[in-house]
């Protein structure tokens, strides 16, 4: 990502004014220990499977994006993502230099393999960071429900 300096000074301004939504710091519920977790990934980086739908806004509309995410399956590797992030300011090349920059995948992996954790979800989910967190109630539902019956008790949140 664009560091903000070096923004044009309308960008800065947008983006340093822009509210920032307060939420609890405390879990909802308690989980088993790190060792006997089961842990999914969720970025927000506008990832997807080459032929899933890109992360778009259609011309001519307001730039807002409800929650729409997308589906990647576990066994995936780093060839078979693209990002559509729509931002002109997104920074795409540590991506392309290593896929756990955005997608820790490989180390969520190794962790699983120390023991460090339980074990690594069969699905995650990808979100495109410009949606209002405050929008995504109705998907945060859904993905819950999705964690539930692939038995994920913990999400390492990947914001981009």
Same mark, same amino acid.
């Given at each position: 990502?664009v560091?903000?300096?070096?923004?044009?000074?309308?960008?800065?301004?947008?983006?340093?004014?822009?509210?920032?939504?307060?939420?609890?710091?405390?879990?909802?519920?308690?989980?088993?220990?790190?060792?006997?977790?089961?842990?999914?990934?969720i970025?927000?980086?506008?990832?997807?499977?080459?032929?899933?739908?890109?992360?778009?806004?259609?011309?001519?509309?307001?730039?807002?994006?409800?929650?729409?995410?997308? *589906?990647?399956?576990?066994? +995936?590797? %780093?060839?078979?993502?693209?990002?559509?992030?729509?931002?002109?300011?997104?920074? +795409?090349?540590? !991506?392309?230099?290593?896929?756990? *920059?955005?997608?820790?995948l490989?180390?969520?992996?190794?962790?699983?393999?120390?023991?460090?954790?339980?074990? *690594?979800?069969? !699905?995650?989910?990808?979100f495109?960071? %410009?949606?209002?967190?405050?929008?995504?109630?109705?998907s945060?539902?859904?993905?819950? %429900?999705?964690?539930?019956?692939?038995?994920?008790?913990? *999400?390492?949140?990947?914001?981009?």
């Amino acid at each position: 990502m664009v560091r903000l300096e070096k923004l044009d000074p309308s960008s800065q301004t947008l983006l340093g004014n822009m509210p920032c939504p307060e939420f609890e710091t405390r879990p909802w519920v308690a989980g088993p220990p790190l060792q006997k977790r089961r842990v999914a990934i969720i970025p927000t980086a506008g990832l997807h499977r080459a032929g899933d739908r890109p992360f778009t806004i259609p011309a001519g509309t307001v730039a807002k994006l409800q929650g729409d995410y997308r *589906v990647i399956p576990g066994n +995936r590797t %780093a060839a078979d993502l693209v990002m559509s992030h729509i931002s002109t300011n997104f920074d +795409r090349t540590g !991506f392309q230099q290593d896929w756990n *920059v955005a997608f820790p995948l490989d180390r969520l992996c190794e962790l699983a393999t120390a023991g460090v954790i339980g074990s *690594v979800a069969d !699905f995650h989910y990808s979100f495109m960071g %410009a949606t209002p967190p405050q929008e995504m109630e109705s998907s945060a539902r859904r993905l819950a %429900a999705l964690f539930k019956q692939d038995k994920v008790d913990a *999400v390492l949140l990947v914001p981009i």
